[in-house]
């Protein structure tokens, strides 16, 4: 196996080309490349069950009131094993992409809110949450993010519930509160700058003067703060949309907040052709999100994290109702907006908001479980007329059957739109999208295109003030670092070998490894390339063993960090890749030239 290795150390080369950051993300587009609109369609019973094995005769699709061919229909339905499979984990440094859990089904996202939540619910969310993790789902994969003013990635997709649950654990996941909640404990209420003009000014002129300038002075703050609210809401939704653009199929976001900024979303009035006209301050964004969030396959599942709130309401409503001079929202009717707001999301993504329950575990089952079962339509729009405007899409079903779906599309020109300034690629475009940068986003699910084992540990017990030779660096990070050797074995039976006529197998790879820090950032990169023409008294090694490689990559010493390895076949263009933390690795002892041939062996395959 040494002589092996050997021989294909040689040809383990650096390239710049595998080492380009997988950062620079496509812009997200509304163009539709061969004119392909692609629709997830959940659709329930009357007694709210998925409905399964309908045919395409079944649904009628319509355009702005104009019938639609259907050109594309698959059925997803949830038919993983009720129990979750853990995945393999790192032992003595060896670990695989190979798992149990099916890549198929949708993606399942938590989003933990602390921007718009009030810190004395929190707990009770975090609680619900671990209920949710203990009890028996499908092994379909979950990550979890957090929002303040940024996004935060808090754990990688994953079917493990115990890696879940102890990212759940984490320091980093736990209550924080928001600075734009004017009581970060309590949240925001009607009437909650009232005290800054509350005081005794006497009925004087100047007495009454100084109370208006108060009065307008508390509306200032608060509209301030709303609005920046509404704003990093909107930023850290759509940063996560770019995100979830770059993974294939459908993606059910469940969203908890203790508050869903008012006007974070346009009213969809039938009467208004363009349901984002009202909303002139932030109509860019909102128009951008939610098309990106539609368009990338992502059904929103708000859920109110307030739970049951009728209580509160009438505790509150006559200490709330009428102030302000008769302007101030009641607390009744900001909840309204609010969960107004969260519905319009919903139905504009094909998902469905929860409110008014405290069983927080039941809703995410409900979500998970009707985003796990549904249809997908693709068509081409017969009105190839590309003019911006905005497209209303209709399912029609059946009688006694719902359907959730995203609402319509904003018809951007095809040619005209493709600018490097919008994040995503249809389906359609998908053939001429880089498969590598998708699967080397943090956090991303492992991908089995290429099979491959892995054996990282670290070079030396000694640490070093420079980068590994040929590792790239994308942010500013300081050392010292430690080196870590990355030894490949690759599955033979996923690569594209030609054979020549005097019996050669001509293979050729590309190697990458990211270092991630823990929130997502891209740290560090080194790619490598192997091309070889294998004789065949090697070739039969090979095909028992493994195609095997070797990269060194550094790592800072202090802070949290996470490898993300990948390999693609530079023939075929299939690709593999997998995620480890640092930690898991780190402590291992350094890997010695004498122990390089026992590891080997161990790697998986």
């Not at 209550?175 to 700058?193: F, I, N, T, V, W």
């Not at 009641?330 to 707001?341: A, R």
């Not at 995203?406 to 951007?412: I, S």
Request: hydrophobic share 35%; with cysteine; charged share 20%.
């Amino acid at each position: 196996m040494t002589r092996l290795m050997f021989f294909w150390l040689l040809f383990c080369i650096p390239t710049v080309v595998a080492g380009q950051s997988a950062q620079e993300q496509p812009a997200a587009t509304l163009r539709t490349f061969s004119s392909l609109v692609v629709v997830d369609v959940v659709v329930t019973d009357a007694h709210q069950n998925p409905v399964h094995q309908l045919t395409t005769n079944d649904f009628t699709v319509l355009e702005d009131g104009r019938p639609q061919a259907v050109k594309v229909f698959e059925e997803h339905a949830d038919g993983e094993t009720a129990n979750p499979v853990p995945e393999p984990r790192p032992s003595s440094g060896a670990s695989t992409n190979e798992s149990q859990v099916s890549n198929a089904g949708p993606l399942n996202i938590i989003l933990l809110d602390k921007l718009n939540t009030p810190m004395e619910v929190q707990p009770y969310v975090h609680d619900q949450l671990l209920e949710y993790l203990k009890k028996p789902h499908s092994g379909t994969r979950t990550a979890i993010f957090g929002l303040t003013t940024q996004l935060r990635l808090l754990q990688g997709f994953t079917a493990d519930p115990e890696v879940l649950r102890a990212a759940a654990n984490e320091k980093k996941a736990g209550p924080r509160g928001s600075a734009l909640l004017h009581d970060p404990m309590k949240g925001d209420a009607p009437g909650a700058y009232d005290s800054l003009s509350s005081g005794t000014v006497g009925n004087t002129p100047a007495g009454q003067a100084a109370k208006a300038e108060l009065e307008k002075f508390a509306a200032k703050m608060g509209n301030q703060q709303l609005q920046m609210r509404i704003r990093y809401t909107l930023d850290g939704l759509n940063q996560l949309g770019r995100y979830l653009s770059q993974l294939p199929g459908r993606k059910n976001l469940i969203w908890f907040s203790g508050s869903f900024p008012v006007s974070i979303l346009p009213d969809v009035n039938p009467k208004n052709p363009n349901p984002f006209s009202f909303a002139a301050d932030f109509q860019r964004e909102y128009r951008e999100t939610v098309d990106l969030l539609a368009r990338s396959q992502v059904a929103v599942y708000p859920v109110d994290a307030r739970g049951v709130i009728s209580s509160l309401i009438n505790d509150a409503s006559d200490r709330y109702s009428g102030t302000g001079g008769g302007e101030q929202l009641t607390l009744s009717q900001q909840i309204g907006d609010e969960h107004g707001t969260a519905t319009r999301m919903a139905e504009a993504t094909g998902g469905k908001a929860f409110f008014n329950t405290n069983n927080l575990t039941e809703a995410v089952l409900k979500a998970t479980e009707a985003g796990s079962n549904y249809y997908t339509l693709a068509y081409s729009p017969s009105n190839q007329d590309w003019k911006g405007e905005f497209r209303k899409i209709q399912i029609k079903l059946g009688s006694g059957l719902k359907a959730a779906y995203r609402r319509g599309y904003f018809a951007d020109d095809p040619v005209a739109a493709s600018t490097p300034s919008k994040p995503h690629p249809s389906i359609a475009e998908q053939a001429a999208y880089d498969p590598m940068q998708a699967v080397m986003i943090a956090g991303a699910p492992g991908t089995t295109g290429i099979r491959f084992g892995v054996n990282v540990r670290p070079n030396s017990g000694d640490t070093e003030s420079v980068l590994a030779e040929g590792e790239e660096s994308h942010r500013a990070v300081k050392g010292p670092y430690r080196r870590y050797t990355v030894d490949y074995l690759v599955h033979t039976g996923d690569v594209q070998c030609d054979l020549t006529p005097d019996d050669f197998h001509h293979c050729a790879l590309g190697f990458l490894v990211h270092v991630y820090d823990s929130d997502g950032n891209l740290i560090t990169s080194h790619g490598s390339s192997l091309k070889a023409e294998i004789p065949p008294i090697l070739y039969a090694s090979i095909e028992h063993d493994g195609i095997p490689c070797t990269q060194e990559i550094s790592v800072p010493v202090k802070g949290e960090y996470s490898f993300r390895m990948g390999i693609r076949d530079l023939k075929s263009g299939h690709v593999g890749a997998l995620e480890l933390p640092v930690s898991a690795v780190s402590k291992l002892p350094p890997l010695s030239a004498g122990d390089a041939d026992s590891d080997s062996e161990d790697t998986p395959k």
